[in-house]
């Protein structure tokens, strides 16, 4: 299965009534732990990246291995995100990268650090989700401020500041409403990082109940806790036991997630109980067999030990087992007949009646074309293709434009005479013969065999001067016809393709 929008994966979510982890990684191990948990539990995962991993692991790297996870798990739904965005310009390289939904943290300003204001958090999210929608990538907005300091992103706040700016739950309702935003990350109490209370929360501090009343505002709006690892206590004492010297610290209890999944909570980021669970097991490691030195030995149950408390979330916010209901629909093979607008948007397109006869007449049988809605429509249907006349029938191109320009192309694949002296991996381009704006190729392949053909623009309009015509006088040039005389041919094809340049658009 390919790389899906996080909306996919939360739109199920609300449907069904379960969280998903939204999950950090940094490196290879990381992603192993995760997808090996999403197997075991038949799970639908986010994964994703903060800037601070980007950096680290580097995008084409990241990218890559993300890519792996998706080739050897293709029954597992997988959205890649970009966390905690800090500028326009980030959410977009994500974008270019192949992330399939960003978020723009626009609650602080682009250094990661310093509070913004409403109106600035407006701009930059309806900015990037203005973009990011036309690609078809989501988008997760922030309103208010969290505590703490993760990755090198957040304002720092102490517990006590933390309450000064929790979320507003009007404020949200409008921020929604004015962004589009596909998920919304609220502030309610919780920190980034691993010291986020210095006792177990109560109502004084992790306000729940905004969630309830946001919630009852935006019904149908995804909504996010942010810093929700709950810190056990035995994954503290584990790196603690072994030469560790964290501080005492508590996170959100797994019931407090559990009730806000039950009023729209529909992502939960969990890095810190992962952190913990590798530095543990490292460190047992290196305390137990200092003799080691095979980063494997002590890579492998660090993977392990993060594995096993991917699976305590996914089990306990309820995604295990949604998986392989997540659908992905394809329809292949059948025919587009027309667009489907709403003004001067796009927003689908109408499949083909079936069931009808050579007149086109209703049979036996009969179903009318089903309309697919989509909030990005690519049309790829060639140069000369129904849906694309439709769009230049309804839109047309900016003025001062050419008129879309095709040409037909017409290739050979034939064997090669036993005197031609042509090698394989042979590569000829001609310009300009037998008239002046035909292109001409040929390939020599492994085994005495060739391709070659023309591409003849669609603005020569005589009837009498056709590809075939064409084709014909190319290859009796005295250089061409000395490699091809003798040879057989093996097959044959054309088709139309868009042509660009001085014609083109």
């Given at each position: 299965m390919p790389l899906v929008p996080m909306r996919v994966l939360l739109d199920h979510a609300a449907e069904n009534g379960y969280g998903v982890a939204a999950l950090n990684v940094n490196n290879m191990e990381q992603i192993q732990a995760i997808m090996a948990a999403a197997v075991e539990t038949n799970s639908p995962v986010i994964i994703q990246a903060s800037r601070g991993a980007r950096s680290y692991s580097q995008d084409?790297?990241?990218?890559?291995?993300?890519?792996?996870?998706?080739?050897?798990?293709?029954?597992?739904?997988?959205?890649?995100?970009?966390?905690?965005?800090?500028?326009?310009?980030?959410?977009?390289?994500?974008?270019?990268?192949?992330?399939?939904?960003?978020?723009?943290?626009?609650?602080?300003?682009?250094?990661?650090?310093?509070?913004?204001?409403?109106?600035?958090?407006?701009?930059?999210?309806?900015?990037?989700?203005?973009?990011?929608?036309?690609l078809g990538v989501s988008v997760e907005g922030e309103i208010g401020a969290l505590g703490g300091i993760e990755d090198g992103h957040g304002a720092g706040l102490s517990e006590e500041e933390a309450k000064k700016h929790l979320t507003d739950p009007a404020q949200a309702e409008q921020f929604v409403a004015e962004t589009g935003v596909d998920a919304l990350a609220v502030a309610i109490g919780t920190?980034?990082?691993?010291?986020?209370?210095?006792?177990?929360?109560?109502?004084?501090?992790?306000?729940?109940?905004?969630?309830?009343?946001?919630?009852?505002?935006?019904?149908?709006?995804?909504?996010?806790?942010?810093?929700?690892?709950?810190?056990?206590?035995?994954?503290?004492?584990?790196?603690?036991?072994?030469?560790?010297?964290?501080?005492?610290?508590?996170?959100?209890?797994?019931?407090?997630?559990?009730?806000?999944?039950?009023?729209?909570?529909?992502?939960?980021?969990?890095?810190?109980?992962?952190?913990?669970?590798?530095?543990?097991?490292?460190r047992k490691v290196f305390a137990e067999h200092p003799e080691k030195f095979d980063p494997r030995d002590y890579l492998k149950p660090a993977r392990e030990a993060m594995k096993e408390v991917c699976k305590e979330r996914m089990i306990a916010f309820g995604q295990a087992g949604h998986a392989d209901k997540v659908r992905i629909i394809s329809c292949r093979g059948v025919r587009v007949t027309d667009l489907r607008c709403e003004g001067d948007r796009v927003t689908g397109v109408r499949l083909l009646d079936q069931g009808v006869d050579k007149q086109g007449r209703p049979g036996e049988g009969f179903m009318p074309g089903m309309d697919i809605?989509?909030?990005?429509?690519?049309?790829?249907?060639?140069?000369?293709?129904?849906?694309?006349?439709q769009l230049d029938d309804l839109f047309g191109l900016p003025a001062g434009h050419h008129t879309r320009d095709w040409a037909v192309g017409m290739k050979f694949v034939v064997d090669l005479p036993e005197h031609s002296t042509l090698k394989p991996g042979t590569v000829l381009h001609t310009f300009g013969f037998p008239e002046p704006e035909i292109f001409g190729f040929l390939y020599v392949h492994p085994d005495r065999v060739a391709s070659l053909g023309v591409f003849v623009p669609s603005w020569f309009d005589s009837?009498?001067?056709?590809?075939?015509?064409?084709?014909?006088?190319?290859?009796?040039?005295?250089?061409?016809?000395?490699?091809?005389?003798?040879?057989?041919?093996?097959s044959w094809g054309a088709k139309t393709l868009g042509e660009s340049g001085r014609r083109g658009e």
């Open positions: 084409a790297y990241l990218r890559h291995l993300i890519l792996a996870a998706a080739e050897l798990h293709p029954n597992i739904p997988i959205a890649l995100l970009l966390d905690h965005g800090n500028a326009p310009e980030t959410c977009y390289s994500a974008i270019a990268q192949g992330f399939t939904s960003v978020m723009m943290d626009g609650s602080l300003m682009a250094d990661g650090k310093t509070p913004s204001d409403y109106e600035y958090n407006v701009r930059v999210t309806r900015e990037v989700v203005q973009v990011a929608h036309a920190s980034h990082g691993a010291y986020k209370f210095s006792k177990p929360p109560t109502g004084d501090v992790l306000k729940m109940d905004l969630i309830e009343e946001i919630h009852r505002r935006l019904p149908n709006t995804h909504l996010v806790m942010h810093g929700s690892s709950s810190v056990p206590q035995e994954l503290v004492e584990i790196v603690n036991k072994y030469g560790g010297k964290l501080k005492p610290a508590f996170g959100v209890p797994i019931e407090q997630i559990q009730r806000g999944i039950k009023h729209g909570v529909r992502k939960i980021n969990v890095d810190t109980d992962n952190r913990l669970a590798i530095t543990g097991a490292i809605q989509a909030a990005l429509t690519v049309v790829g249907d060639g140069p000369v293709g129904a849906i694309g006349q009837p009498v001067r056709t590809t075939y015509r064409y084709l014909q006088h190319w290859m009796l040039h005295p250089y061409l016809w000395r490699h091809l005389k003798g040879g057989k041919l093996r």
